[in-house]
Every structure is written in C-alpha cells, then in structure tokens.
DNA sequence: GTTGAAATTAGTACGAA
DNA sequence: TTCGTACTAATTTCAAC
C-alpha cells in the first residue's frame, strides 16, 4: 500500500522476490536529511555535511537512488508567485467498482496536485491548485462531476498551509524527545501491564518497518 | 493566504510594497516544468531543455530562486523503504482563539508532513507517515489530544496514494485541453450572457494572480 | 540575449587501510 | 566497507560580441 503508480514495493521482476532494499543506517538517514534542505548538494559538500568520505558518499547517494528509496530530486515553488493562489480538498465519493475508471481519469488531470485513497466517510481526497475559486468551482461541478465514476463531492479550502515538509523521517522526532528504543522488557517492571502491552506491540510492529 | 509559515505574500520589510516579484512568461514556467522532474540537472543541461542560452538560463534561474517563485529544492522519496509505511490524515477541531497555541504546538511536531487550515467542518488537516497504525493512534490519542488547543480530531488512513506531483503550474492541462485564453470579449458573440459573464469573471480573477 | 574560453568544481577509478 | 588520491569530464563564471 501508499505506492506512488505502483512504482515502488514490488517493481524489480521475480514475483517473490520483495524489493526489501537497503537497511537504512545513521548514515544513510543522514544523507536523506541533508537531501530535503538542499537536493542540489554537490555530493562532495554533502559527504563533508554527513562527515564521510567523498568515495563513500558517491556509493551510498548511488545506491539510495538505485535502491528506489529516493525516487527524484525536484524543486519546491510558491504557488502564489507561480499564479495558482487558490487550493482545494475535493473529498470524492467513489461509486463502487469503478476505482479504475477514477483512477484512469485522474490520470487525464494535470491540475491535480494530490490524490489519495482514504478509509472514512468518503473514498478519496484530492487536492488541487488553480488560478482562483470560480475555477475550482469549475473544476469540481464540470469536470469531477461529469466523471461516471464520481458519485458524490464536498470540497473545502485551504486558508493556510501551516507546514509543509518534503517529506518525514524515522530520525525526526520532537525537541525533547529520546529515541524510542525496543526496550528488552525486563520482567517485572513496574509498569501498568495493559498499556505496556500495546506499546510493546507497537514498538514489535515498528521494527519490521516494511510490508504494510 | 495560503502562505508558507509566513514567507512569501509579504515577507520583505516595508508594508504597502506587495512582493510581485517576476511576471513568470513561458521560458520561466518551462524552466520550472524541467526543474519539477529532475530538480539537480545543472544550469547547462537545462538550458539546453529549453531552447534558451546558458547565460540566459542562469539570469533566470537566479531570479527566480532569489524572487522566491523557486523556495528551495528537495529530494522525493519512498515513505515504506524510508520506514515509515503508514501514512494518515487527521482533521482537527481547533478550540477557538487558541490557534496561535495550535500552531506553535505543530512546530514541535516533526513527523508531521503537512498541515493547512481548511474551511468546512473541521479546523485543520494534518497529515503523518509513522511505521504502523500503533504509532498513529499513539499519536492522536497521546500527543495532540493533549493539546489544549485541540477539541476533537478524526483520524482517517490512507490506503493508496493515486498520485503526488511536487506541484502543479498554470501551464499543466489536461492533454486535449488548450489554452484558454482571456478572450476580448468581442460584443455580439452569441453565449449565453449568465454564464458568459461567469466564465468571464473567473478569467478576469485569473489575470490578478496575487492577493488572493 | 548570445557565444566562446578560462577557472573551478564535480564525478570516476583506482589502490591501500 | 571505507578512505584518500590522482585522473578525467563537466559545469560555472567571465568576457566580448
């Protein structure tokens, strides 16, 4: 699940063989963190940044990218500056059985920024930038919902974009907070047992990292 | 609206001056076409995509990155190998004059991806990548239900994500769709006047691009 | 806004630790 | 695996047109 076009988890050829990929070391989170600020880095300055030699920088840039880990490198713009001011959440109703008539039509809408499919009320979100609200407007009532597949809208705007990052990683944690380590769980400890149970579980899940 | 943490519409220093910035023509928005898809081509390279000369492209390239249409560049990569396979979004509920507390709340949350402030039944979107649904739950019930700014929250998981593009520009539509341009409106032509004047409208909009 | 040449920097390929 | 160095190729800068 969360694949981006079906581009990422099973991809190679063999069926079987799981693109488990790299483990990610210190290092190589490292590099990633470095690469969201600046993914125009020389690789020699990135190498200094993460404090490993150039050689070994070029090797694990490499293999990040051959890995499928980093998928592309691209810029970030204003959306204001770049003439499309306004964005929406379009909330979609998907009628049933026809998720790949959605998606094939999706495909057909460059204007679409974001699009997923989502548990709850409604089937898929879809978030999009344009000019201004009459053309959302138009957007929604004359193209979404002209759409077979579409059986229902609600549309909301965004006032503000509080915080937008490239993208998260395992390493970004809160300010004061300690890396949470899968503690041995010495017996006996004097610890509520029902909630020890489930962070345990949780901490047991978060190792395996991939195939969810 | 719709700004950055604060950093674009009206960052500089004297009030009444509205950064304009650049009027983006063709050239610009094809550099940031190129730009979106291979973000660390060099100088060179691009330039040569565009049809324009090297010094040319590096005048603008500069430009825009210094008038701040470009805010920086960025690596994209792949949530699941990265470790964090479980993406969700939740909506929140945000207690009323308490948004200042909420939002510097957020800033001390860095496993949050994305959050904008919506119109529409909730408050806020949020949207995190964690390495299972443990770690959400975690999430909402122990970090942001504690937040005395928040009211309520609903959490939704996504199951796919369809598509994500860094952005979208003006110039993308859809494949058969073309250009459409503010017509004269030459007097005489035979619509009908009330959507006429709807569809002219919007377009007029669309000239002012800022200030939205 | 374009072209061409100089200086700098980046990327590659080794052997050694 | 990782490091250090030397080699090659490319990019950026700067100048003149």
Same mark, same amino acid.
């Given at each position: 699940m969360a694949d981006m076009s079906g581009n990422s988890t099973h991809e190679g050829g063999q069926p079987g063989r799981i693109g488990i990929g790299l483990e990610l070391d210190a290092t190589h989170l490292k590099i990633l963190e470095v690469l969201r600020e600046n993914g125009r880095i020389s690789v020699a300055a990135l190498a200094e940044r993460v404090g490993i030699s150039r050689a070994n920088a070029y090797t694990r840039f490499e293999a990040l990218r051959a890995d499928g880990t980093i998928k592309r490198f691209t810029a970030e713009i204003d959306h204001v500056r770049a003439g499309l001011g306004i964005t929406a959440l379009v909330f979609v109703t998907v009628r049933q059985q026809m998720w790949r008539q959605f998606r094939a039509q999706l495909a057909q809408m460059p204007e679409v920024e974001y699009c997923a499919i989502t548990t709850g009320q409604h089937d898929a979100m879809i978030q999009v930038r344009m000019a201004d609200v009459a053309a959302v407007h138009t957007l929604v009532t004359e193209r979404l919902a002209n759409?077979?597949?579409?059986k229902a809208t609600e549309t909301v705007f965004i006032l503000d974009e509080v915080l937008k990052r490239p993208y998260v990683l395992p390493?970004? !944690? !809160?300010?004061?907070q300690t890396v949470r380590r899968p503690v041995p769980d010495p017996a006996g400890a004097e610890v509520p047992l029902g909630k020890m149970r489930f962070v345990g579980a949780a901490e047991g899940r978060a190792q395996l990292q991939q195939d969810v």
């Open positions: 759409i077979p597949a579409v390493t970004d !944690r !809160r300010p004061g």
